[in-house]
C-alpha cells in the first residue's frame, strides 16, 4: 500500500484530519470481500500518490469501521466521498482512473484547492 494513502481502521477519522490539514478529503469505503474494491485499489493508490499535494486518500474498510460507514450513510461499496469540512462530491461504484481524477479535478475547482 502506497504511504500517500491513510488507512482507518475502527470509528475515527482524527488520523485523517490530522493527516489531511487544509487539504480535501477523499474517503474510500471498501471491503475485503468487494470484486469492484479489489479491482479499484491500484487505482486509488495512484491517485492518492498524483494528488498527494492536494487529496488526502483514505481507505476505509466498512467492516472494520462500521461507525464511519454509518455516519456517511454507506450502502454499497466501493463509495467514494469527497469532501472538505462537508461533502463536495460522492459516487457508489467502481471507477477507472480517469474519471476518478475528473472527480477530483472537479472537486479541487472552485477555490476549494489548499492555500
Not at 480535501?24 to 471498501?30: A, I, N, P, R
Not at 491517485?47 to 450513510?73: C, G, L, T
Amino acid at each position: 500500500m502506497s504511504n500517500s494513502l491513510i488507512l482507518i481502521q475502527g470509528d475515527d477519522l482524527a488520523p485523517l484530519d490530522a493527516a489531511a490539514g487544509e487539504r480535501v478529503q477523499m474517503l474510500v469505503f471498501s471491503a475485503t470481500w468487494c470484486g469492484p474494491c479489489k479491482a479499484m485499489a491500484p487505482v486509488v493508490e495512484d491517485i492518492a500518490a498524483a494528488y498527494a499535494a492536494e487529496v488526502a486518500v483514505a481507505k476505509i474498510d466498512i467492516e472494520q469501521s462500521p461507525e464511519i460507514a454509518k455516519a456517511f450513510d454507506v450502502r454499497g461499496v466501493p463509495t467514494l466521498i469527497v469532501r472538505r469540512g462537508e461533502t463536495i462530491d460522492r459516487h457508489v461504484g467502481a471507477l477507472t482512473r480517469t474519471r476518478l481524477a475528473m472527480m477530483l479535478d472537479a472537486a479541487l475547482e472552485d477555490g476549494n484547492r489548499p492555500a
